[in-house]
């Protein structure tokens, strides 16, 4: 006869067998439950195959740790947790978390601080809701990927003009998946993109392109070529089959006229399955013509480029946006002894647009500067799709050409009763089967046999070439970032559009649209809080005393009615 002890001991061991049994199988299995709404921790496919393919090791550094403010802290959490996600997939990856400001000098700290912004990381300082009231830190809120060989900088904060402390954090954890995957992408690559600049049409060129083009010389292989009416300038034969040279091309504000040939060629590239980003003026604006003259007269470009934007989909009008949400620019307003007075006034012609698309391209997008910018209106083509990337505020204007400008204008009211045309297009990118212009033409080049529909295509039309210029540095005329304005020192999201376009062009959908996910945000009601924040307290600290109480008292209650019966 079994006892009871021996059955106890018996239901122990196979227990325990069972037990390390299933923990041994576990190592052939991976299965892990999201269970949240959004499926926050459950990773893209993308970012898994990623992973899985990485073939050397990888260390991140993250500098996200110390006293760091509530916000900051789920940031901290967030990215922590994501990338325990990634060594699940991965045993390549590595981390750590630190604060490089601590126990620092301030010597010393000035010093790394430079070291990192050299690297692409700027510090932040930002005033944090409490409940007495706010808190400024000084963070670098960013990390350092690195696998022995590269650095690649990710920023973890995006930052967005205008929007709420909660909202940027939030924000920044919706791309945190992204922005991580992109960096292990790029110290991974097996193949690099490659991206031409194309010249030879007045282009924007040094020192008003650097940054750009220092930017994509770090992440593609960027050529800056002239076409020269030759067809295998963007296409070559590989096998017996003409394909595109570049995964995409960059058309940056060309200020004279575009031939035949030119043209045949950027529409064989098109149809063969190539992709464009245009950076088009349509009219001539600027304001150094200003400086040289009291008004200066607007007018349109000759580019020649009217037929083919508008067989692919859009018409670039000509005339300019004026914008209530606009830059400020400096001007002279008077003279003291030998010192200028300069002043800052609301310059229309500049709108500041704010990406409100929830295409990954532009979504959480910081605000974008843009000058002298001109409407687009997009035009039905079968098999083409058409999605509205930016548009100025409702709050707009449109100032028809030919006409004169003067720096007098600054003083025109900012009635908004007099800015009733409505949001204005000025970006659009059109994915599909594009036509060719030259369907039914004699082509202007011999000896090649032109497609007249492409496989499949996309492009970006921005109707602002200076989208894509750099300020140059007041005194030393030395390149600033894209994107930062000298004058109101802001930085705009005028870099991370074109970063953004590029990737979509060449990279295609699938890691882009990381960008597309959507984190709830769940703030608690702080007026709420401070009224019955007491109470809840009590309750969560009283309330389960109470239940284990209570809890113990029934069994006690049990127990003793149980077992006192064989008194």
């Known amino acids: 006869m079994v006892t009871f002890k021996q059955k106890s001991l018996r239901n122990f061991v196979f227990g325990a067998v069972i037990l390390l049994l299933l923990n041994y199988l576990s190592g052939f299995f991976f299965i892990r439950y999201d269970l949240t709404s959004e499926k926050r921790y459950t990773l893209s496919p993308v970012t898994k195959f990623i992973l899985k393919n990485i073939e050397q090791p990888i260390f991140v550094e993250v500098y996200l740790n110390g006293d760091l403010p509530s916000g900051f802290q789920r940031l901290q959490t967030q990215c922590k947790e994501m990338l325990d996600e990634f060594q699940a997939y991965s045993d390549y990856i590595g981390y750590h978390i630190v604060n490089p400001l601590e126990g620092r000098s301030s010597q010393e700290q000035k010093y790394i601080l430079n070291a990192l912004s050299e690297k692409g990381l700027q510090p932040t300082d930002l005033q944090v809701k ?5 808190e400024q830190k000084l963070i670098v809120p960013g990390a350092i990927m690195g696998n022995g060989k590269l650095e690649v900088p990710i920023n973890l904060l995006n930052d967005q003009i205008g929007v709420p402390p909660e909202t940027i954090l939030n924000n920044s954890i919706q791309s945190l998946e992204y922005n991580l995957i992109n960096g292990i992408k ?14 030879g049409h007045g282009e924007m ?12 010389d770090e992440n593609y292989i960027l050529h800056q070529l002239p076409l020269n009416g030759e067809i295998n300038a963007l296409l070559e034969d590989s096998s017996g089959t003409v394909e595109p040279k570049y995964d995409a091309i960059i058309v940056a504000k060309p200020v004279s006229r575009f031939d035949e040939k030119d043209k045949f060629v950027i529409d064989q590239y098109v149809m063969h399955g190539g992709n464009i980003l245009w950076l088009i003026d349509p009219v001539i604006a600027s304001l150094d013509s200003l400086q040289e003259a009291e008004q200066a007269l607007v007018f349109p470009y000759d580019l020649n480029l009217e037929d083919m934007l508008f067989t692919y989909g859009v018409r670039l009008n000509n005339n300019l946006i004026k914008d209530i949400n606009c830059l400020p620019i400096p001007l002279k307003s008077g003279q003291m002894g030998h010192q200028a007075q300069i002043q800052f006034f609301p310059w229309a012609f500049y709108p500041v647009v704010h ?14 500067k843009t000058e002298f910018v001109s409407n687009i209106d997009t035009i039905a083509v079968k098999d083409v799709k058409k999605t509205v990337l930016l548009k100025t505020s409702q709050n707009s204007n449109l100032f028809n050409i030919p006409a004169t400008i003067s720096f007098s204008m600054v003083n ?22 594009f036509k060719s212009v030259f369907k039914n033409r004699i082509p202007p080049l011999k000896g090649f046999t032109p497609k ?6 996309k492009m ?8 894509a210029k750099n300020q140059l540095q007041m005194s030393s005329k030395e390149p600033l970032p894209l994107g930062y304005d000298q004058f109101t020192r802001q930085t705009f999201g005028n870099k991370e559009f074109l970063l953004n376009a590029i990737s979509y062009l060449t990279d295609g959908t699938d890691l882009i649209n990381l960008r597309s996910r959507e984190i709830k945000l769940r703030l608690l009601d702080k007026a709420k809080i401070k009224e019955e924040g007491f109470k809840w307290e009590i309750i969560n600290v009283v309330l389960p005393i109470v239940f284990i109480m209570l809890f113990g008292m029934l069994y006690f ?11």
């Open 557 to 567: 209650i049990y127990r003793k009615r149980k077992y006192g019966l064989f008194k």
């Open 452 to 457: 007249e529909k492409s496989k499949g295509s």
């Open 186 to 199: 790029k110290l991974n690559k097996n193949r690099i993109s490659k991206v031409a600049l194309i010249s």
């Open 205 to 216: 060129d040094y020192p008003y392109l650097v940054d750009l083009a220092i930017t994509l």
């Open 412 to 433: 025109d009211e900012m009635n908004p009763q007099l800015y009733q045309s409505g949001s204005q297009i000025i970006s659009v990118l059109l994915e599909g089967k």
């Open 355 to 368: 990406p409100m698309a929830q295409h990954p391209v532009v979504r959480n997008l910081n605000a974008i």
């Open 130 to 134: 409490t409940y007495e009231g706010t």
């Open 460 to 467: 970006i039309v921005v109707s602002d070439g200076d989208l």
